[in-house]
């Protein structure tokens, strides 16, 4: 039997937090989220998500985060892109990103208690897969959104989470999520997220889990407008193999180490 004590200390000290914040917070943003600025869902969001991934005790290796700051600091409405390994994916983003970001998550995730409110929260879409029509009309949407700018949002290319990754560590680029950005004619910013799938799973507990996340070079306004939503997604995941593949490496090497038998203090044991 796998130890269930990791959940029950999640539940104990995240637990209250996350009712507590859901009850008189974020269910109001998701029922009527017109009433409330913006800014004010997505601070009460994020200071959620911050404590619930402390809560976790990550040990983050992050690279590039001055991409993302760049554009935030100039406030350019970006489209972030990444490889998709857990549900913990969206929350890191919320994370890491100090301006406004939301998302474009499966439509089945509008029926789950708390990550379809938390979207609906933060003026997410929600993406019919198996509908062309819908999904077109979606990225249409998202589109608009962009170029209306103050929200950046972030897609998947992979189109669903990747469940294998002793077999595939990612599943092929879809052109499709690069349109939105394409025709809104914002940047495209690429990230590669590795390590994510241990922190719900109940079979690791350990002190130290290792997560690697970076935020490559942005694919500029202007390049967007011109090159083929092909080409980018296909240079979007060149980038993202590279980078797991020596995400992979280090990853084992920290294991090698026993790193994660170290218990957690401040600043990374890399």
């Not at 000290?13 to 029922?31: E, H, K, Q």
């Not at 819908?134 to 950046?152: C, E, F, H, V």
């Not at 079979?203 to 490559?216: A, D, G, L, S």
């Amino acid at each position: 039997m796998w130890p269930m004590w990791k959940y029950l200390r999640l539940i104990f000290t995240a637990g209250i937090r996350i009712v507590w914040d859901f009850l008189f917070y974020i269910n109001r943003y998701a029922r009527h989220p017109e009433k409330y600025p913006l800014e004010l869902r997505y601070r009460r969001v994020r200071a959620l998500m911050v404590y619930v991934v402390n809560c976790m005790h990550p040990d983050f290796k992050v690279t590039g985060i001055e991409h993302l700051r760049a554009l935030e600091k100039s406030d350019t409405t970006f489209l972030l892109t990444s490889n998709h390994q857990s549900d913990m994916d969206p929350v890191l983003m919320v994370y890491f990103s100090e301006k406004p970001i939301s998302f474009v998550a499966k439509a089945e995730t509008r029926k789950m208690p708390f990550i379809g409110k938390i979207v609906r929260a933060l003026d997410g879409f929600f993406l019919e897969r198996n509908d062309l029509r819908k999904s077109l009309r979606t990225i249409m949407d998202l589109k608009d959104r962009l170029a209306k700018g103050g929200l950046s949002y972030m897609i998947y290319p992979e189109g669903t989470r990747n469940k294998h990754l002793n077999e595939t560590m990612l599943l092929p680029y879809k052109a499709g999520a690069f349109k939105a950005g394409q025709l809104a004619g914002v940047p495209v910013l690429p990230v590669s997220i590795w390590g994510t799938q241990r922190l719900l799973s109940p079979k690791v507990n350990h002190h130290r889990i290792p997560i690697e996340v970076t935020f490559f070079e942005p694919f500029s306004a202007e390049r967007m407008k011109v090159e083929k939503t092909e080409t980018i997604a296909e240079e979007n995941e060149k980038l993202v193999r590279a980078q797991i593949a020596i995400d992979q490496k280090e990853d084992k090497e920290f294991y090698e180490k026993r790193y994660e038998k170290v218990p957690l203090r401040k600043g990374p044991v890399r």
